[in-house]
Nanobody, 117 residues
């Protein structure tokens, strides 16, 4: 079992920045891909960015050039640096982690990001 703890959400004005973190813990696991999803009210959960282990990051078109995903494998932590935030970025952001030799992925509890003036 893998536990994920997210932090870093909050409220910010348009044009501001936030940095989300997601730390994974558990027993005897090896992480494959790490990523971030978001879910706005009344909408489906959608991919924001993902990064495979040792691979290149992938970004949804709506965040390219503004968001950066990174990971620290030694800490089993994934980050999402969000710059130039817009009101339409308001959502609950969830981290998602894959584990080798396990068919399921794991979800964080979600962290609210609100962009408003």
């Amino acid at each position: 079992q893998v536990q994920l703890v997210e932090s870093g959400g909050g409220s910010v004005q348009p044009g501001g920045s936030l940095r989300l973190s997601c730390a994974a813990s558990g027993r005897s696991f090896s992480i494959s891909a790490m990523g971030w999803y978001r879910q706005a009210p009344g909408k489906q959960r959608e991919l924001v960015a993902t990064m495979p282990n040792g691979g290149s990051a992938y970004y949804a078109d709506f965040v390219k050039g503004r968001f950066t995903i990174s990971r620290d494998n030694a800490k089993n932590t994934v980050y999402l640096q969000m710059n130039s935030l817009k009101p339409e970025n308001t959502a609950v952001y969830y981290c998602n982690v894959g584990v080798y030799s396990v068919s399921q992925t794991y979800w964080g509890q979600g962290t609210q990001v609100t962009v408003s003036s």
